[in-house]
């Protein structure tokens, strides 16, 4: 009787340790899904935070240098300069998603464009009166947002945020902006509605949208995980629509030849260079 109780209380034993071994691995399983759980969902993600300066290379053949020879032959003594270069400063952050795919939001502000002179120059207008010009102003300012997506093709960041060597990567960019040009009041513009000109103006507006195309560089620098970038592209950017409105409505614009087929867009597509500095970080 004794070994039959000795048997079974072996049986009971081998059954306990065999119960807690398999509560033990089922728990320590559901502690490694946890664990696994809370580290996927804790993935870094990198990001940065850039400032910009940029340079646009205006292409000559556009509506305003049009309109710069047409009424620098009504001054005797002046001329109005063409739109050469723009220069401008921005801001952006970005995000990359995935490993090789980045999108940021951005702003830039131009600076002005254009000529402003202080003088006495002898204005001829079209079919008016002459006139002293003391204040020979025609400039134009551009401020805008942008969206862009760019493809890193070589080496892009790593999973700590930082850019250890050259990178290389290709993007292009959508956005909206607005401009304001400012012109002489002696400027004889034309009324759309009933194909009339006066010597009284405010400030012409506009906005367009803009696309663009670019590839750049990304390389480290030595101090605070910071990076230099470089871009070089092309801008389409074209406001068709700038003008004013009088007290009836009216619109109002400028023409490079007294025409309603002359209107005056102010088309600022062309070759760009952008210099930034980056600062990628993870959170």
Not at 92 to 102: H, P, S, V, Y
Not at 184 to 207: A, M, R, V, W
């Amino acid at each position: 009787m004794s070994g039959k109780m000795m048997v079974a209380g072996a049986l009971a034993v081998m059954f306990c340790g065999t119960s807690v071994f398999a509560t033990s691995n089922s728990e320590q399983e559901i502690i490694d899904r946890y664990l696994k759980k809370t580290t996927t969902k804790h993935t870094h993600k990198i990001s940065w935070i850039s400032a910009g300066f940029t340079v646009n290379r205006i292409n000559q053949d556009n509506p305003y240098n049009g309109f710069a020879n047409y009424t620098s032959g009504h001054f005797s003594n002046t001329d109005i300069p063409w739109l050469g270069q723009a220069k401008a400063f921005g801001l952006e952050g970005g995000l990359i998603l995935g490993r090789k795919f980045a999108w940021s939001l951005g702003g830039e502000y131009w600076l002005k464009l254009g000529t402003n002179q202080t003088g006495s120059f002898n204005y001829f207008p079209p079919g008016g009166t002459p006139v002293i010009v003391t204040n020979l102003i025609s400039q134009v300012q551009v401020w805008g947002i942008f969206s862009s997506i760019q493809y890193y093709v070589y080496n892009p960041p790593t999973s700590t945020g930082l850019i250890n060597k050259l990178a290389v990567r290709i993007g292009g960019s959508l956005g909206y902006y607005q401009a304001s040009w400012d012109l002489f009041s002696e400027y004889q513009n034309l009324n759309l509605t009933d194909s009339s000109s006066t010597g009284i103006n405010t400030t012409f507006k506009g906005s367009a949208p803009a696309f663009s195309v670019h590839c750049g560089v990304d390389y480290p620098l030595s101090f605070m995980d910071m990076a230099i970038g470089a871009n070089v592209g092309y801008i389409y950017l074209n406001f068709t629509n700038v003008a004013w409105y009088n007290q009836s409505d009216e619109e109002v614009v400028a023409t490079y030849d007294g025409t309603a087929g002359g209107r005056v867009d102010l088309d600022l597509s062309g070759f760009c260079g952008k210099v930034e500095l980056k600062r990628f970080f993870t959170f």
